[in-house]
């Protein structure tokens, strides 16, 4: 990496407008990039993540997550990675297999008091602390409300 920092125009791919943008490779590298990759005005990346994190606070409200708190820079994110997580419970719950319907009853209960609990987190900044959350983390969270629940 250079030292130098070059600055460039380029031209917001939605509305057209030109603003500068600070480069710090090398100037054919810097030139390359500033003709090839599509670049959005502060404007309309806002309004691209607004209406991003609109839809998927629609989505989760559906199915009873409340409305996050915090920043909107915060709340975007997080209601982002709420959905990731979300998707990882919702394929837990389709990959399990049960021996008989008293399994998957007792299954049913723990997936739906393991959601209760996360829908109590309305701070983005949960979300966002606990974001590398996988499927195992689910899985054993689960495993242990269904322990409680015998």
Known sequence: M???IYKYDV???TCRQTFKVELFESHEKNLFLADKKDWYCEKCKKEYFDQQTAALTKTQKAIGFP???GTP???SW???IRGDLIKKVDY???SLTFESDDEKKLSDKAFDMFMKEWQKNIEAK????NRQINVRDISKGIGEISDSIK
């Open 78 to 80: 997080a209601a982002k």
């Open 126 to 129: 949960w979300w966002i602390d």
């Open 67 to 69: 409305e996050l708190e």
């Open 11 to 13: 031209r917001c791919s």
């Open 92 to 94: 837990l719950k389709q």
């Open 2 to 4: 250079t030292d130098e």
């Open 73 to 75: 820079k915060m709340i």
